[in-house]
């Protein structure tokens, strides 16, 4: 009897730019399914957040929490602070943030990474760890509160530098999707007010526990991907699909 593709014309809409969603894409596609790669906000800096990190600041800072890759390169991006940065902590909240503080000049044996790539991750893994230091939290100014309520007893000084704005959505509305993969809260908001009316046939793919919860107003259709990367996404798609196949 002839096997089709585990994902055979399964239609796959993934709430990010095409550069950021390559592993998705490829696997899926690879295993046959339909994949639209769109983005739903753009990134917009804070130059009042971006000048208060200064020299003088870092001097002051023994542990930079990253919990985006979109913070370290509108820090990195400002030559003149590598030096006061190459020197510190970097907690990254998941191996593509590690990979791009790496890609910007910091070792790796400076880079702590939880082993549960979210927030609730870094919080119970590191907490002990950051109790004595003294912390800088560059984040969006959409950032969820769990961290800095997490943190907010230590030595924490946090920062929105940058702001996640809506953009137009370029997508076909009539387009039925298997799955929506959304990787933010920020995103899932800009995705909803675009597009509130949902089925109970679309299942949407959350990256980490407080995106879930943002997709959980609109929809109770949700997964979350585990771990929380590219590949958990495909892999929290296959686990999910195989289940809706009927047998052949």
């Known amino acids: 009897m002839e096997r089709f593709p585990a994902l055979a014309n399964t239609k796959i809409l993934v709430l990010r730019h095409p550069s950021e969603s390559t592993i998705i894409y490829d696997s899926c596609t690879q295993l046959g399914a339909i994949v639209h790669c769109v983005p739903a906000i753009k990134i917009s800096p804070i130059s009042t957040g971006l000048s208060q990190i200064t020299p003088d600041l870092l001097h002051r800072i023994d542990v930079i929490i990253f919990t985006s890759k979109h913070s370290i390169q509108l820090i990195f991006d400002q030559p ?15 191996p593509s943030t590690a990979e791009t503080l790496i890609k910007n000049g910091i070792r790796k044996e400076r880079i702590l990474v939880p082993t549960e ?9 590191f907490r002990p760890k950051l109790s004595k230091q003294r912390l800088l939290y560059p984040k969006s100014e959409a950032a969820g509160p769990y961290l800095t309520s997490m943190l907010k007893e230590l030595s924490l000084i946090e920062i929105a530098i940058y702001r996640p ?6 997508i076909e509305s009539r387009t ?40 959980r107003q609109f929809s109770s259709q949700v997964i979350v ?24």
């Open 80 to 94: 003149d602070l590598f030096k006061y940065l190459s020197d510190k902590t970097h907690v990254a909240v998941g």
């Open 176 to 215: 039925q999707y298997d799955y929506v993969v959304i990787t933010s809260s920020s995103i899932s908001t800009s995705f909803f007010s675009q597009y509130p009316t949902h089925t109970e046939a679309t299942i949407y793919v959350a990256m980490g526990e407080q995106t879930a919860e943002s997709v």
């Open 225 to 248: 991907a585990s771990p929380s990367t590219q590949a958990g996404v495909v892999s929290s798609i296959l686990s999910t699909h195989s289940q809706k196949r009927p047998p052949l």
């Open 165 to 170: 704005d809506t953009i137009p959505i370029a």
């Open 117 to 125: 790539y979210n927030a609730e991750g870094l919080i119970r893994q």
